[in-house]
């Protein structure tokens, strides 16, 4: 069984669109393949970006398939809600989704795909003339999407682009399937920032930045914003350790 949603703009698309789950195990340009994998493909002379979700464990399939709305779904759901609220993201194109009796066995999110220029980590390693700019201004749109009651759960190095354009830069964040809509307090949007694995002199900025966003203490959100980061890197650095021990 397989359920499907398409976004509008691409109904004549419809039958390439439903190939695309074959088409992704023959061909395609790999750009990710860990947990989930991610592949281009051409569509129509237009480029996609195609992510195929790891299966879900015997607890999930279920789940996804009776209880509450599966990755691909949520991933559709929340661009839309996104780009209505003024939040760049990637344009959804559809999500597909194959489940048997025994729930949900196989699952697509399929975007626009995008051209930019870094990501947030490649900022940390390329550290290009302009960072503080970028970095302010990074700031300045994750503020406008706390404005708009969004709490983006992966806030981390690889999931916002940045693209430069003439007027300035542009940012869109990717990987949506885990948001909370809620009201954030200055304090509470502050610990966003604690997974882009910033360094110090990132820190300085982007707190500096968001206490004049929110009316805040500058020093105090520095302070916390390096004391969450750095307790969050030890853990990830301790996490990645005992792994490569075991191996």
């Given at each position: 069984m397989m359920d499907c949603r398409i976004n509008p703009k691409y109904k004549s698309l419809e039958k390439v669109i439903l190939d695309i789950p074959r088409r992704f195990d023959e061909e395609g340009e790999v750009i990710e393949n860990n947990r989930n994998v991610i592949k281009i493909l051409e569509v129509e002379g237009q480029r996609f970006n195609v992510k195929s979700f790891?299966?879900?464990?015997?607890?999930?399939?279920?789940?996804?398939?009776?209880?509450?709305?599966?990755?691909?779904?949520?991933?559709?759901?929340?661009?839309?809600?996104l780009l209505e609220r003024g939040v760049d993201t990637p344009e959804p194109v559809?999500?597909?989704?194959?489940?048997?009796?025994?729930?949900?066995?196989?699952?697509?999110?399929?975007?626009?795909?995008?051209?930019?220029?870094?990501?947030?980590?490649?900022?940390?390693?390329?550290?290009?003339?302009?960072?503080?700019?970028?970095?302010?201004?990074?700031?300045?749109?994750?503020?406008?999407?706390?404005?708009?009651s969004i709490y983006f759960i992966d806030h981390s190095p690889g999931n916002t682009?940045?693209?430069?354009?003439?007027?300035?830069?542009?940012?869109?964040?990717?990987?949506?399937?885990?948001?909370?809509?809620?009201?954030?307090?200055?304090?509470?949007?502050?610990?966003?920032?604690y997974r882009l694995n910033a360094t110090d002199d990132m820190i300085d900025v982007i707190a500096d930045e968001y206490a004049r966003l929110t009316?805040?203490?500058?020093?105090?959100?520095?302070?916390?914003?390096?004391?969450?980061?750095?307790?969050?890197?030890?853990?990830v650095r301790r996490r990645k350790a005992k792994k490569t021990a075991k191996s």
């Open positions: 790891k299966k879900p464990n015997i607890v999930n399939q279920f789940a996804y398939a009776y209880l509450r709305k599966g990755k691909a779904v949520r991933s559709f759901e929340y661009a839309n809600m559809a999500y597909i989704v194959y489940r048997n009796i025994w729930g949900v066995t196989r699952s697509f999110y399929i975007s626009r795909q995008e051209e930019y220029d870094y990501t947030f980590r490649d900022l940390r390693i390329e550290r290009p003339a302009d960072l503080e700019f970028i970095l302010r201004e990074f700031t300045k749109f994750t503020y406008h999407f706390h404005s708009q682009l940045i693209r430069r354009e003439d007027e300035g830069v542009k940012f869109m964040l990717v990987d949506l399937n885990r948001i909370k809509f809620m009201n954030i307090s200055p304090f509470v949007g502050l610990k966003n920032f009316h805040s203490d500058a020093v105090e959100m520095t302070r916390l914003l390096k004391e969450w980061t750095h307790a969050h890197d030890e853990q």
